[in-house]
T-cell receptor
Framework: DTGVSQDPRHKITKRGQNVTFRCDPI?????LYWYRQTLGQGPEFLTY????????KSRLLSDRFSAERPKGSFSTLEIQRTEQGDSAMYLC??????????????????FGPGTRLTVL | KQEVTQIPAALSVPEGENLVLNCSFT??????LQWFRQDPGKGLTSLLL?????REQTSGRLNASLDKSSGRSTLYIAASQPGDSATYLC????????????FGKGTLLTVNP
């Protein structure tokens, strides 16, 4: 269990540019989530994958946002034509419906370190 | 729509004190509740998970309780240490089709040596 990883950790971009973030979940986990967190707020749900299928998208996820999870492994989140309001921490989490050998709970969500996006 | 509120927003205590963080939620139809810790600029670390059928969970100096009918959870930290300083977030999981978490805004805890 190497944990959830995210890349890059920080991204600074100019308004109007496209950016892409990557998330690698814990290998046994078939569920993957993206959340967005702004300063002083709790994370807000963006989208959810079960295996390779994207099953729910929040209304926060405008048409400029797209997420994929090819082959049910890693996931990418792309933001097109970035705006200053997109500046936030983008967090990825994964979970499994089964209890693992580690004894942790089913459906417990484990988070990555996040990608901090700054749009200038 | 589920809403999660955490009180207080910030708390400062001397080292060694026992403390309680509060979390309330508006919809009692939850699947589970997780408490997380977040250090500045970092991701979230899962501390405790309470299933909807449980009343409490313990891990070391941490004890979380759940009263689903009243929409409340508390996180009790015993013998606080400066290393406990962080933001503590409560999140409820409604289950159903996607198990997404709905978070409160967190409590910023400072433990002074």
């Amino acid at each position: 269990d190497t944990g959830v990883s995210q890349d890059p950790r920080h991204k600074i971009t100019k308004r109007g540019q496209n950016v892409t973030f990557r998330c690698d979940p814990i290998s046994e986990h078939n569920r993957l989530y993206w959340y967005r967190q702004t300063l002083g707020q709790g994370p807000e749900f963006l989208t959810y994958f079960q295996n390779e299928a994207q099953l729910e998208k929040s209304r926060l996820l405008s048409d400029r946002f797209s997420a994929e999870r090819p082959k049910g492994s890693f996931s990418t989140l792309e933001i097109q034509r970035t705006e200053q309001g997109d500046s936030a921490m983008y967090l990825c989490a994964s979970s499994t419906p089964w209890v693992l050998a580690s004894g942790r709970y089913a459906n417990e969500q484990f988070f990555g370190p996040g990608t901090r996006l700054t749009v200038l | 729509k589920q809403e999660v509120t955490q009180i207080p927003a910030a708390l400062s205590v001397p080292e060694g004190e026992n403390l309680v963080l509060n979390c309330s939620f508006t919809d009692s139809a939850i699947y589970n509740l997780q408490w997380f810790r977040q250090d500045p600029g970092k991701g979230l670390t899962s501390l405790l998970l309470i299933q909807s059928s449980q009343r409490e969970q313990t891990s070391g100096r941490l004890n979380a309780s759940l009263d689903k009918s009243s929409g409340r959870s508390t996180l009790y930290i015993a013998a606080s240490q400066p290393g406990d300083s962080a933001t503590y977030l409560c999140a409820v999981n409604r289950g159903g089709s996607n198990y997404k978490l709905t978070f409160g805004k967190g409590t910023l805890l400072t433990v002074n040596p």
